[in-house]
């Protein structure tokens, strides 16, 4: 949700992928709200593009509280998802949506990013219908686009989503062969449970195609919920779904590059993540760490 609440609308307010935001652990609003990082890591400042590349909560937060709610709101809604009322607070940023989304929402949603900022008009899953002899029985034709964000926002936001499978979260399920540009997320389950998660989530897409993967129970509790976050859990099942359906489609290549790869240009070769990707594929820490913290007290990244 942090692309569609957060770094969308900021970066169309003037931001850039490179803009330093704040990455203090800090107390926001009149509550108190006092989100978490997920690697209990914290600095002065932070680029955009690592703060979404290890899917950081302080700055998310904080750049949404520099833009203003209602522009989150309202981006989110742009994208083609309603937020009740009660939602539209600072947590927000961190994908607190308490009726939840499907992922033919969430495949909808990023397509404008893979689409130059255009979001198509519907959505469906049949294309068309053939009998045996190959006639056309019936079909959904092209149901037209609008543009909800500018073109260069969406390639702005297509070189940090680059970032998020090359360096960050996203880093293990890089199919071989391909580019892909995207986001992962989870929903935590209650701290009672233990460390896990309930829902777990990646949404990436090249210049052809878009793949929006959800794993979960149909009903979470104490025996049935997921261990680890998306991270350990969902990106090998995402990569092998990728690696299955990229060969098939045009191949096009982004015209994008990812951060890591601009920096190199620039004359750094320089991990700027920390060897981030890494963590994750080893499980993020030791086990002395208390993994539940890092995910906030929020209803949960795409809903219940």
Do not use: C
């Amino acid at each position: 949700m942090k692309p569609l609440a957060v770094y969308s609308p900021a970066l169309q307010e003037g931001y850039h992928y490179d803009s330093e935001l704040s990455n203090k652990l800090q107390k926001f609003g009149k509550n108190g709200y006092e989100p978490h990082n997920v690697d209990n890591g914290y600095s002065n400042k932070i680029p955009m593009y690592e703060a979404l590349a290890e899917s950081k909560n302080v700055p998310a937060v904080w750049l949404l509280d520099k833009i203003g709610v209602n522009k989150g709101v309202q981006s989110v809604e742009n994208f083609g998802i309603s937020v009740p009322k009660r939602d539209r607070n600072l947590a927000l940023a961190l994908g607190g949506v308490s009726t939840g989304v499907s992922p033919l929402q969430m495949a909808r949603a990023y397509s404008a990013f893979a689409n130059e900022g255009n979001l198509p008009n519907s959505s469906y899953f049949i294309t068309k219908i053939t009998d045996a002899s190959g006639n056309v029985l019936a079909a959904n034709n092209n149901p037209g686009t609008h543009r909800i964000i500018s073109s260069s926002t969406a390639k702005e936001m297509t070189t940090m989503m680059l970032g998020v499978f090359r360096n960050g979260t996203a880093r293990s399920a890089q199919p071989a062969g391909f580019e892909v540009a995207g986001k992962t997320g989870s929903t935590e389950v209650p701290n009672s449970y233990g460390f896990g998660t309930k829902d777990q989530w990646i949404v990436g897409y090249t210049p052809d195609v878009v793949v929006s993967t959800w794993v979960g129970y149909d009903r979470t509790n104490e025996q049935h919920f997921m261990h680890g976050v998306s991270e350990t859990g969902i990106t090998r099942l995402y990569k092998a779904e990728m690696e299955g359906i990229l060969p098939y489609t045009a191949k096009t290549e982004f015209k994008e590059k990812a951060p890591s790869q601009l920096i190199n240009q620039n004359g750094s070769s320089s991990d700027w993540t920390n060897g981030f990707g890494e963590k994750l594929q080893k499980g993020i820490g030791s086990a002395g760490e208390k993994l539940n913290e890092w995910y906030n007290s929020v209803k949960g990244l795409f809903g219940n």
